[in-house]
């Protein structure tokens, strides 16, 4: 089992960047695959990135592609996976969440997928003003 605490999150003017990091507990972090999903009031919960256990590049939602605004990393080490978030519009509100899949990823369509994930976290609160 594992437990997963994000924190980072803020607030931010338009335009502006912050690094979330997700910690997690356990001796075996390298052997899950990890995601970040976020969750704007009113709205469901949708995927924003996710990254393979041994690192490497990630996958994104189109929003966050553009320039390269997001990036996803891990230090297996550190137990840590980030969310690196730049160039941040008002849509990029919300409370953002880690999770955890035990395993290698097979599909991308999976990782996509809340109910694939095995751990959340608590959640960190992002705001942007305009």
């Known amino acids: 089992q594992v437990q997963l605490v994000e924190s980072g999150g803020g607030l931010v003017q338009a335009g502006g960047s912050l690094r979330l990091s997700c910690a997690a507990s356990?001796?075996?972090?390298?052997?899950?695959?990890m995601g970040w999903f976020r969750q704007a009031p009113g709205k469901g919960p949708e995927f924003v990135a996710f990254?393979?256990?041994?690192?490497?590049?990630?996958?994104?939602r189109d929003s966050v592609k553009d320039r390269d605004r997001f990036t996803i990393s891990r230090d297996n080490a550190k137990k840590t996976v980030y969310l690196q978030m730049n160039s941040l519009k008002p849509e990029d509100a919300a409370v953002y969440y880690c999770?955890?899949?035990?395993?290698?990823?097979?599909?991308?369509?999976?990782?996509?997928?809340?109910?694939?994930?095995?751990?959340w976290g608590q959640g960190t609160q992002v705001t942007v003003s305009s």
């Open positions: 999770a955890a899949h035990e395993g290698p990823y097979y599909s991308t369509n999976d990782t996509m997928n809340r109910a694939w994930y095995d751990y």
């Open positions: 356990g001796r075996t972090f390298s052997t899950y695959t």
């Open positions: 990254i393979g256990r041994r690192g490497g590049n990630g996958y994104y």
